[in-house]
């Protein structure tokens, strides 16, 4: 059983460009959510997706989007980065919408 | 929305000693999970505890539910259990709310 794998581990990129973020969920696994990590802070909640749709949405800008696919894995895509868009990006998997979340192991994006 | 605070937020340990981390949460929920962050960032689950109490090997949860905390004990602390751990809660609305975490260093 594989768990949750997150690409690219590392990415640096420019203010004012488009990055996408990529997430596969953990075997068996149909919900998908994602959180940014500022610096010394908690994970905050940006969406979830749970077959293929938006489940839930947390307090960020509509430049933040994903896509969850039929094998259950999901993007996220941010527009127009800013250097405050600079942060440790988790995705998490879970069977179901409100049960255990197994997460990976972050991409740190850096924005300059 | 709901509100997760974590104490204490930095704790120096000698190894072999013992520790309760605490969390409480301003509402019910329906989850409760523990995390400790590897210092590559990684989110370990410990324990899925929305109430009850479970070991595991030198660590265990406690959750009380209709009281709106959490403990998390570590026993026998090694230089390993250093790092982040995380509490949280879900109420229902699919997304965990995390408080700002307990900063754990254990020295030899």
């Known amino acids: 059983e594989t768990g949750v794998t997150q690409s690219p581990t590392h990415l640096i990129k420019t203010r004012g460009q488009q990055v996408t973020l990529r997430c596969s969920s953990q075997?068996?696994?149909?919900?998908v959510s994602w959180y940014q990590q500022a610096l010394g802070q908690g994970p905050q909640f940006i969406f979830q997706?749970?077959?293929?749709?938006?489940?839930g949405r947390g307090n960020f800008p509509p430049r933040f989007s994903g896509l969850q696919f039929p094998n259950y894995s999901s993007e996220l895509n941010v527009n127009a980065l800013e250097l405050d868009d600079s942060a440790l990006y988790l995705c998490?998997?879970?069977?179901?919408?409100?049960?255990?979340?197994?997460f990976g192991q972050g991409t740190r994006l850096t924005v300059v | 929305g709901i509100q997760v605070e974590q104490s204490p937020p930095d704790l120096i340990l000698q190894e072999g000693a013992n520790s309760t981390l605490r969390c409480n949460f301003s509402?019910?929920?329906?989850?409760l999970q523990w995390f400790h962050q590897n210092p590559w960032g990684q989110l370990i689950n410990l324990f899925y505890?929305?109430?009850g109490t479970k070991q595991n090997g030198r660590l265990s949860a406690t959750t009380v539910a209709t009281e709106r905390y959490s403990l998390l004990y570590i026993s026998s602390s090694q230089t390993t259990d250093s790092g982040v751990y995380f509490c949280?809660?879900?109420?229902?609305?699919?997304?965990?709310?995390f408080g700002k975490g307990n900063q754990v260093v254990v020295i030899p």
């Open positions: 075997s068996g696994h149909n919900t």
């Open positions: 505890i929305p109430s």
């Open positions: 949280a809660v879900e109420r229902g609305n699919n997304r965990l709310a």
């Open positions: 509402d019910s929920v329906n989850n």
């Open positions: 997706y749970y077959r293929e749709e938006e489940n």
């Open positions: 998490a998997s879970s069977l179901g919408t409100s049960t255990e979340a197994f």
